[in-house]
């Protein structure tokens, strides 16, 4: 089964502080990409890092970062100096080859909550 | 934001009704994809269409259909409707298939009500 877990559906951070959002997936696959995705109120899905898994080096984008570790299944998103505007749900996803289509799993999602 | 619009914002139909909701692709994408999102989950694949056909199709009924048209924007139908039918739904687009682009932009969505 294709499968993504986010275990944490709520988290806070303090501004300026860090936060990691965990995230675990099945996939039979050998190559495959990995997401993280922002999704505001204003309920725009935007992409904040993707990470291919043929590449042991870890996705960097400003202040997001991932630790991918392949054999664990697991790619955890770190947000390093925490803004309040980065208040959103975040989902992890991957790509999934599926019947000539690319299809998006995602998770259930996390809700970050940033504090002041 | 992307370039990828979505109409209409919102939706209230009744149970049984049909809906057309409507996706305008980023410019040089040629590929769409529909996502259904229910009430704090995850958005689910509904259905892929290349190049103006079906290739790809989540765990959705035969009355969630679509069609994309050459100049690749797409609509999603729905008929019969059912009330777990309501949900925020997703176009996102992107450039060819495996192998050229992994990359799906997202609109802004449709919120679909039925009552």
């Known amino acids: 089964a294709q499968t993504v877990t986010q275990s944490q559906p709520e988290m806070s951070v303090q501004e300026a502080e860090t936060v990691t959002l965990s995230c675990t997936y099945d996939?039979?696959?050998?190559?495959?990409?990995l997401f993280w995705y922002k999704q505001p109120p204003s309920r725009q899905m935007i992409l904040v890092i993707r990470?291919?898994?043929?590449?042991?080096q870890n996705a960097t984008e400003n202040r997001f970062s991932v630790n991918f570790q392949k054999a664990a299944k697991s790619f955890s998103l770190k947000i390093s100096d925490s803004q309040l505007g980065d208040a959103a749900m975040y989902f992890c996803?991957?790509?999934?080859?599926?019947?000539?289509?690319?299809?998006?799993?995602f998770g259930k999602g996390t809700k970050l909550t940033v504090n002041p | 934001e992307t370039g990828v619009t979505q109409s209409p914002t919102h939706l209230i139909k009744t149970r049984g009704q049909q809906v057309t909701l409507r996706c305008s692709s980023q410019?040089?994408?040629?590929?769409v994809s529909w996502y259904q999102q229910a009430l704090g989950q995850g958005p689910q694949f509904i259905f892929q269409?290349?190049?103006?056909?079906?290739?790809g199709r989540g765990n959705f009924p035969p009355r969630f259909s679509g069609l994309q048209f050459p100049n690749y924007s797409s609509e999603l139908n729905v008929n019969a409707l059912e009330l777990d039918d309501s949900a925020l739904y997703l176009c996102?687009?992107?450039?060819?298939?495996?192998?050229?682009?992994?990359?799906?932009?997202f609109g802004p969505g449709t919120r679909l009500t039925v009552t």
């Open positions: 996102a687009s992107s450039v060819g298939l495996a192998g050229m682009s992994y990359e799906q932009d």
């Open positions: 996939t039979s696959e050998s190559d495959y990409y």
């Open positions: 990470q291919e898994a043929y590449k042991q």
């Open positions: 996803a991957y790509l999934v080859e599926e019947g000539g289509s690319e299809k998006l799993v």
């Open positions: 410019s040089g994408h040629n590929t």
């Open positions: 269409y290349y190049r103006e056909e079906e290739n």
